[in-house]
């Protein structure tokens, strides 16, 4: 079988795409899912605001069944507050559909020193009762002993009656809400680093996981995915995010020497690709636009990728990388048939 045996996606505008999620349809790759060791059932796909999506279509994505949303207060807050008027609407101290949310905010100011002042920061600016998963973000080689010393504080930051409850009580007034679920419900950290992420994925400090996965930067499924075990009720809660981003460029662009008539993956594929692997709960997506919402939607209910469309991609990201060369696969005929 030849590269060009994979036919090429019909582009879909969103005029034509009308998805209905449908909890209850049967699926190799089901819509909703529990995170990990928590509570939380998630969407599969989640929805951050680093691509400047509105409030109104932040909103849309609610009603169309996604539940999962990311929020930075810091880092790129500006690109992100474009979406911050849906979330006070989805998860204020008024909001009557908060239970059905999981929102999931990240500092970047890795220092347990500062926490209290990052976590008051999103309390007021999102008038929210609490935060359903708090990240550390962006770990990187170097921040083994940084997020030692803030993985330290998750006894006291999350859970009803902790210690940083009660700081928030006393400063921005207690609720029923923030009396019961407490401040923060769940710890994560967001990994720059994959050996670290594997490290501290079994630490009881930390309840999620969150990484870079896409079809061009896939050491995450050696070192993480692959060696947890999906039947484990107490295996941590996994992210994926940089879907279809590389230093080599953007994944949708396809890369130099690929000849005409081959696949060329859209978007949605990316994110089936990330959800396809062992144990991946959420798959990050920082959209601008409606129709990219209904796009990703209906790729999913196409459910998991084929091992062909999978090892195709594998291969579409070496030669993204350089790794390998077209005329390579060509002759060594790396591709079963279908």
């Known amino acids: 079988m030849k590269l060009t045996d994979l036919t090429p996606s019909p582009v879909v505008s969103s ?18 899912r529990k995170l990990g060791r928590t509570d939380l059932t998630v969407s ?5 605001g680093g691509g400047g ?57 890795k220092s347990p020193e500062m926490a209290i002042s990052a976590l008051l920061d999103q309390f007021l600016e999102l008038k929210i009762d609490y935060i359903d998963i708090l990240f550390w973000g962006w770990v990187g080689t170097n921040d083994g002993s940084v997020l030692k010393d803030c993985l330290q504080l998750s006894p006291d930051l999350r859970g009803a009656n902790s210690v940083y409850q009660r700081t928030v ?10 009396k019961q679920m407490g401040a923060v419900r769940y710890i994560g950290a967001s990994f720059h680093d994959v050996n670290l992420a594997r490290m501290w994925s079994n630490s009881p400090l930390l309840d999620v996981v969150m990484v870079r996965h896409n079809v061009a930067h896939r050491s995450a499924q050696s070192h993480l995915f692959n060696p947890l075990d999906v039947q484990n009720p107490q295996r941590p809660g996994i992210v994926t995010f940089k879907s279809t981003g590389s230093h080599s460029g953007a994944l949708w ?3 130099p020497g690929l000849p005409k008539g081959c696949w060329r993956p859209s978007v949605p594929d990316f ?13 990050l997506m920082g959209l601008q636009e409606r129709w990219e919402i209904d796009a990703a939607i209906a790729a999913i209910r196409k459910g998991k990728s ?28 790396l591709l079963c048939p279908i």
């Open 271 to 283: 994110y089936r690709y990330s959800l396809s692997q062992n144990c991946v709960d959420v798959c």
């Open 306 to 333: 084929t091992a062909t469309e999978i090892d195709y991609l594998n291969l579409y990201g070496d030669l993204h990388l350089r790794k390998i060369q077209v005329e390579d696969i060509f002759n060594e005929k």
């Open 53 to 109: 999506i509105s409030s109104e279509d932040t909103l849309y994505a609610f009603e169309q069944g996604i539940n999962y949303f990311f929020y930075s207060s810091d880092l790129h807050h500006y690109i992100y507050s474009s979406m911050s008027d849906a979330l006070r609407k989805l998860c204020g101290r008024k909001s009557s559909v908060r239970e059905k949310v999981v929102l999931a905010t990240v500092t970047y100011i």
């Open 15 to 32: 005029r034509e795409i009308r998805p209905i999620v449908n909890k209850s349809s049967e699926s190799d790759l089901p819509f909703y």
């Open 253 to 255: 662009e396809a890369p």
């Open 44 to 48: 599969c796909l989640g929805l951050g």
């Open 169 to 178: 009580e006393r400063m921005i007034g207690t609720s029923e809400r923030l």
